[in-house]
C-alpha cells in the first residue's frame, strides 16, 4: 500500500502517538505531587489503541507505507501482547515506593513511546524501520533505567545501558548496511530473492553481516554473550521497569528475530530446510542451538549463585531467553507457536514475581533473599502468590510456565532426532532452576521466625496479586483460549521467490 492507503490501517500507531502528545501536555498541567496523574491518560490512549487493533479486519495481510510495515495476525498477536504488558505494568507502577520523590508524566509517557517502538519492531520488514524501531525502544529503556536519578544505582544502570546499547546497535548497524550493499535494497523480500542469487565469493561477507545483526538482536532479548548489561540494569533500574525490560521489549525482539529469519533465510519454511544453508557456509541450526545452550547454562548456573532477589531474577530471564531459543534453529510453524504461547505464560508469572518484590520493598523490606525470611508466615497472601510465581517458572505442573515449556520441547523433539540433545539440555536446566526458584519458597516458609501479626495487602494489590496469579494456574490446566489466539495469530505476510 502506499503512504495514503496505509492510514487506513494505521490507527493504533496513530491513537499512541497522540497519546503521548496528550500524556506529555497534561502533565504541565499538574503538580510534581499530581504529576502521577498523567498513568489514567495513558491508560486511556492503550485502551483506545487496544480497541483500534480489535475492530480491524484480521482477515487483511499485506504492507503498509511502501513495503515498510507489515500488516498481518502475527504482528497483531504481539501488539495485544505488549499492551497487555504495559497496562499490568501501569498498574503496577502505581503501587511501587520507589516513584514517589519523582515527578512520574515523563515515566508514563516514556512507557508509551516505548510501545509505539515495539509496534514497530513486531511489524518492520524493512532494515531501516529496523533500526529506528530498536533505537526508538532502546533511548526510552536508557532514560527509563536511569529514572531513578537520586540512586547511584540506577545511574550506574541507565550509563551501562547506554553503553552496551550503542556498542550493539553500532555493532547491527555496520551489519546492516553489508547486507544492503550485497543486495541493493533495505526491503526483506528485495534481500531474500537478492541472496538466492549471489555469487559464492559474497557468502563471507553474508555471514559477517548476519552474526552482526545477530548480535544487536542478541542484545534485546539478553542472550549470551550479548547479555552483560541485563544483570546490572535490571537491578539497578525501578523494579517496575526491570519487570517490563524483561517481558515487552524481549517479547517484540523474538517477533522481530522471527520475521526477519523467517524471511530473509527462507520462504516461512524451516531451519531444518537443507536448501537454506546455501546462503553461507556456516551451520546455522548448530550455532543457534549451541548459543541457546550457552544462554539457558549460563543464566541458570549465575542465578544459583546470587542472593538479591532481583539479580537473580535477572539472570533467571537470560534462561529464559535461553529456553525460547531452542526452537529458533527449527524455526518452523510449530516453533513459532512455541515461543508465542511461551511469551504470554511468561509475561504473567515473571510480572508477578517483580510485582512481589515491589510490594515487599515498599513496606519496609528489601531485595536480598535475607528480607524474604519468613515472609510466608508474616505475608501468607504475599507468600502463597510468590510461590505460584516460582513454580510456573520453574515449569512445574499445573501451572502456566509447565504448558510453555511443554510446547517448546514438543517443537525441538518434532524436529528430529538430531534435536533431542537440545530438548535433553534444556530439561537438565530446567532441573538446575528448581534449586533457586525453590530457595525462595524455603527462606519464606522455612527459615526465620513465625510472625503473630499477620499483614494483609491492600485490595488493590490484592487485585494486581490475583491479575497475574489466576492466568499463571488456570492456563496450566485449560490453556485453549490462548492455543486458539496462537493459532489464528500465526500467520505472515510472506513473499515466496
Known sequence: MNNLQSLSLYWPELILTITVLVTIIADLFYSPKESGRTAVWVLGGLLLTYVAIRVQDSTIVTTLFMENLAFDPFATFFKTLIIIATVLVIFISQRTSELTNYRTGEYY???????????L???????IMVYLAIEIVSISSFILAGYLRGDLRSNEAALKYVIYGAFSSGIMLFGLSIVFGLAGSTKFFAIQEAMWNLEGSANFAFTLATVFILAGFGYKISAVPFHFWTPDVYEGSPTSITAYLSVAPKAAGFALIIRFFNQVFGDGGSFMDPSLTTYTELPWPQLLAALAVVTMTLGNLVAMQQNNIKRMLAYSSIAHAGYMLMVLPTLSSQGVYAVMIYLVMYMFMNLGAFFVVIYVKSQGGGESFDDFRGLGWKMPIVGIVMTIFMLSLTGIPPTAGFIGKFYLFAA???????????????????????????RVVKVMFFEGETSETVLIPPIPVILIFLALAIPSVVFGVYWTPIANWVSKSLVFFTQVI
Open 412 to 438: 525441538i523433539i518434532n524436529a528430529g532426532p538430531q534435536m533431542y540433545w537440545l530438548a535433553i539440555i534444556g530439561a537438565l536446566n530446567s532441573v538446575i532452576s528448581l534449586y533457586y526458584y525453590m
Open 121 to 127: 519492531m513486531v511489524s518492520a520488514i524493512d532494515l
Open 109 to 119: 509517557a516514556l512507557l508509551a513511546i516505548m510501545v509505539f517502538g515495539m509496534f
